[in-house]
């Protein structure tokens, strides 16, 4: 059975702005499942359907077999959400914003109390549960609420930009975490402007832009289709000239890094050894940018330009 599918889905709004031109969309249970696009793509317009916050001009979703318009209470029972901003009062102890939100589920009183204290714990929240949220720092406000999220065992959590602001260790902890849910059986479909989460994480990927899905495929075979990778080369000697090597673009960087851009049909081995046939010893070589966002570009480039991607 399909977590999440979406036929023809459609939202136009009153001042005539197009958000969602009729998208249709499948994510298996159990997927990681990432959801990008550039921003007004219509992400946040997807999401808030979804989750009941939005309502669509047309179209069809169902969550778990449950249509979203007919069985609305239990397909919303089935969704966990996560959303950009921290939406949570922020004069409540974080015990009592977990307990406040299984009660919205109708979850009993005892079950409630075991659910609060296992999700704080799994996200390290525990000896935080009687501090008043307001005074925590900006990256356990984010776990608050993914634990709040959590509360009421959805089997699809819906993670909306959910490190945005964090900083790194932060944010790898909660790499961690969301692999750690999705491996006990937790679909989740994730947004991200941190396209490396998306690569690192997500096994499908869909990329929504204009309204429009322009590719829905496996991460496996997205990153395949990349024709150059960018790589950063840290040499032992500073070049007075940067070396032109038929098929490599090569900048400088400084005095003793390298650009260099890498065909699929040239690959590593030649350009190592045209560098070491210059005198040019590589200490260390690291990529530009994630792959997934060099992709990511060109597609929504060669959709804007009208080619196909």
């Not at 921290?86 to 299984?102: D, R």
Request: aromatic share 6%; hydrophobic share 45%.
């Amino acid at each position: 059975m399909n977590a999440l599918s979406i036929r023809n889905l459609r939202k136009t709004y009153s001042n005539g702005l197009v958000a969602l031109k009729g998208i249709d969309l499948d994510v298996e249970a159990g997927d990681f499942f990432a959801l990008l696009g550039p921003n007004g793509a219509g992400k946040s317009t997807a999401i808030g359907i979804i989750s009941s916050l939005v309502c669509p001009s047309g179209g069809s979703v169902s969550v778990f077999g449950y249509d979203l318009l007919r069985q609305r209470s239990l397909a919303k029972n089935c969704i966990g959400l996560v959303p950009q901003e921290v939406n949570f009062n922020q004069f409540e102890t974080v015990k009592n914003i977990l307990l406040n939100q299984a009660g919205y589920y109708g979850m009993p009183r005892k079950l409630a109390l075991h659910r609060t204290e296992q999700c704080l714990k799994d996200l390290s929240l525990w000896d935080k549960r009687d501090t008043v949220s307001r005074r925590l720092s900006g990256g356990m406000k984010r776990r608050v609420m993914i634990a709040r999220a959590l509360v009421h065992a959805p089997r699809l959590l819906i993670l909306d930009e959910p490190t945005a602001g964090v900083d790194i260790e932060i944010r790898y902890s909660m790499w961690n975490m969301m692999q750690k849910v999705n491996e006990q059986g937790t679909t989740i479909i994730l947004t991200t402007h941190y396209l490396e989460e998306a690569e690192s994480l997500c096994r499908n990927i869909a990329i929504i832009d204009q309204g429009r899905i322009v590719e829905h495929s496996d991460m496996a075979s997205l990153l395949a289709r990349l024709q150059v990778d960018h790589f950063v080369l840290d040499i032992a000697e500073p070049l007075l000239n940067v070396p032109v090597i038929e098929g490599f673009r090569i900048e400088r960087l400084a005095d003793k890094i390298l650009a260099v851009s890498v065909p699929k049909e040239q690959g590593l081995n030649r350009l190592f050894a045209e560098l070491t046939g210059r005198n040019i010893r590589i200490l260390s070589l690291k990529n530009k940018s994630n792959r997934l966002e060099q992709l990511f570009m060109d597609l929504v480039a060669a959709k804007n330009s009208g080619l196909s991607a």
